[in-house]
């Protein structure tokens, strides 16, 4: 994969891919989107966080992705990847399928891409001031675009513990976490997301679209 930076365009092989869940750094926060989530049907997580291994693969930089059914929206996270004894800062989304979810948290991570930013931030040079970087989504409803998400790095868990919780290893990338669903959690096949550094005055960008497959039987 081919990333922008300050230091170029890098390539970078992942080998390794993680999805964090339930990493808010307020409990009461995770607990919202625990009972959020518990209002469509999702079982409560066994501990948190939690740390799902899924395929290297999923993680793409096309801005249109094919999903089963109607069901599916995203989740905007920041995106860490370490490579080659450096660690990138970048933003992602967990675009996870709503329906099968219910039935296993797991399998709705693992069947839908995560869509990411084509531009990374050196991690050590936004270290001093993580906590301070915002993120932000929207979803296309019904043609306009609505506030989905409003949210900073500040909270969630400190992103070098859970490099360290996770095990991370060296070629890997992981998704971090998310915030509230304003609204709710809902399905939408369109979603914009900016991870704001209010420090450098710098922000990344991510949109795509679902493309809707139809589920036949």
Request: some cysteine; glycine content about 10%; aromatic content about 6%.
């Amino acid at each position: 994969m081919q990333f922008n930076t300050e230091m170029g365009v890098l390539d970078i092989e992942v080998e390794n891919l993680i999805v964090a869940g339930w990493t808010g750094r307020d409990k009461a926060a995770v607990q919202h989107h625990i009972d959020e989530l518990a209002a469509i049907g999702v079982a409560p997580p066994s501990r948190v966080p939690l740390f799902y291994r899924v395929s290297t693969s999923l993680l793409t930089l096309a801005p249109v992705i094919d999903v089963l059914g109607g069901t599916s929206s995203g989740e905007a996270e920041p995106l860490i990847i370490q490579d080659k004894g450096r660690t990138w800062l970048g933003l992602g989304s967990d675009h996870t399928d709503r329906q099968l979810e219910t039935v296993s948290v797991a399998a709705s991570k693992q069947i839908c891409a995560k869509p990411c930013a084509a531009e990374l931030w050196d991690f050590d040079v936004v270290a001093d001031h993580l906590d301070k970087i915002t993120i932000k989504s929207w979803i296309n409803d019904g043609g306009d675009w609505v506030l989905y998400q409003d949210g900073a790095i500040g909270q969630i868990t400190p992103l070098r513990g859970l490099m360290d919780t996770s095990g991370m290893m060296p070629a890997s990338a992981m998704l971090c976490g998310t915030f509230a669903a304003i609204g709710g959690v809902r399905a939408a096949p369109e979603f914009r997301a900016v991870m704001s550094d209010p420090v450098r005055g710098t922000e990344i960008t991510l949109e795509y679209s679902a493309r809707i497959l139809p589920v036949v039987s």
